[in-house]
């Protein structure tokens, strides 16, 4: 049997563009792209905080450093620059890969720098 687990995630990254005339995908700092583990033209999930869509895409490269989230394509219709996302990357593995693994967690501040990173997210309390 195969999981799909989550792989790894850039949490609350900020868009910075939202580019209707551009190729479909999402643009990533490709700095914040090494540090999670996105690989370039993967497939990712993007989650808005600002206005719940959640939708697909792949993700491609922006210039290192430049902490560029960009959405693009037909997907710019449902994010705004200066909007929350968290953007997610899955992965199939079998039940003892599974067990054995644990997900590149970034977690981002405002401006798209790292305030830290994890494998494990807490518990929720009650």
Known sequence: MQL??????????????AELEYEGSCA??????????????????IYNLANGERFT????????GSRVISVNGAAAHKASP?????ICAYAAMSEAEADAFE???VYLNEHNRILRTGSQIPAQAA
């Open 103 to 105: 997900p590149s967690l």
């Open 4 to 17: 799909t687990l989550l792989k790894c995630k850039l949490h609350r990254a900020r868009v910075t563009h």
């Open 57 to 64: 895409t792949y993700a491609i490269r922006a210039e290192a």
């Open 28 to 45: 990533i700092d490709e700095a914040l792209m090494e540090r999670a583990g996105i690989r370039e033209y993967e497939q990712i999930q």
């Open 82 to 86: 200066g909007d929350r996302v968290i």
